[in-house]
T-cell receptor, first 112, second 114 residues
Framework: KNQVEQSPQSLIILEGKNCTLQCNYTVSPFSNLRWYKQDTGRGPVSLTIMTFSENTKSNGRYTATLDADTKQSSLHITASQLSDSASYICVVSQTGANNLFFGTGTRLTVIP | DAGITQSPRHKVTETGTPVTLRCHQT?????MYWYRQDPGHGLRLIHY???????DKGEVSDGYSVSRSKTEDFLLTLESATSSQTSVYFCAISERDSNTGELFFGEGSRLTVL
């Protein structure tokens, strides 16, 4: 069964600290993996898209990693800011199918 | 920000009434999607369109219909709303299919069915 699981479900960190969010997937055959940020009451916004051949991709203070062998990805946030408070959603695309598999997200709260 | 407008943004209705949600884009993207987002679930695809008058079902299409008569508009209709359709609905667009194309989401439409 094609699934995307994220951990932790929620996370609280102090402003300025780093954190890492995890995504494990069983989607096959794999096409690409995406991370989205969703602010409360808003639509998801793309942070990164990684294909099979990409191990790391950065977008400012956000760095995503992908291990296609173990089917794991992580999103590392450096020097967190209050504006990083949001849900982060991992999405995996399956080759040959016009469908995406969404994780349920990690709710990150950054406190002063 | 991608030019996507959803309307209405909030709606409260009663069981059994018809409801239509509208998605309007100014990007001229070929693909348009309707998703629903519920607590404990990832976003789930309801229907999508790959061109004017070309639509297909997604994972949770029962109870929903769609229409796309113009490139810029994609309508989602609940013929007879039920409480299980209380959700937040997101429209998304992409230049290529969702497999390879980047998805841009609207701000969402919160629907409450009493």
């Amino acid at each position: 069964k094609n699934q995307v699981e994220q951990s932790p479900q929620s996370l609280i960190i102090l402003e300025g600290k780093n954190c890492t969010l995890q995504c494990n997937y069983t989607v096959s055959p794999f096409s690409n993996l995406r991370w989205y940020k969703q602010d409360t009451g808003r639509g998801p916004v793309s942070l990164t898209i990684m294909t099979f051949s990409e191990n790391t991709k950065s977008n400012g203070r956000y760095t995503a990693t992908l291990d296609a062998d173990t089917k794991q990805s992580s999103l590392h946030i450096t020097a967190s800011q209050l504006s990083d408070s949001a849900s982060y959603i991992c999405v995996v695309s399956q080759t040959g199918a016009n469908n995406l598999f969404f994780g349920t997200g990690t709710r990150l709260t950054v406190i002063p | 920000d991608a030019g996507i407008t959803q309307s209405p943004r909030h709606k409260v209705t009663e069981t059994g009434t018809p409801v239509t949600l509208r998605c309007h884009q100014t990007e001229n993207h070929r693909y348009m999607y309707w998703y629903r987002q519920d607590p404990g679930h990832g976003l789930r695809l309801i229907h999508y369109s790959y061109g004017v008058k070309d639509t297909d079902k997604g994972e949770v299409s029962d109870g929903y219909s769609v229409s796309r008569s113009k490139t810029e508009d994609f309508l989602l209709t609940l013929e007879s709303a039920t409480s299980s359709q209380t959700s937040v609905y997101f429209c998304a667009i992409s230049e290529r299919d969702s497999n390879t194309g980047e998805l841009f989401f609207g701000e969402g439409s919160r629907l409450t069915v009493l």
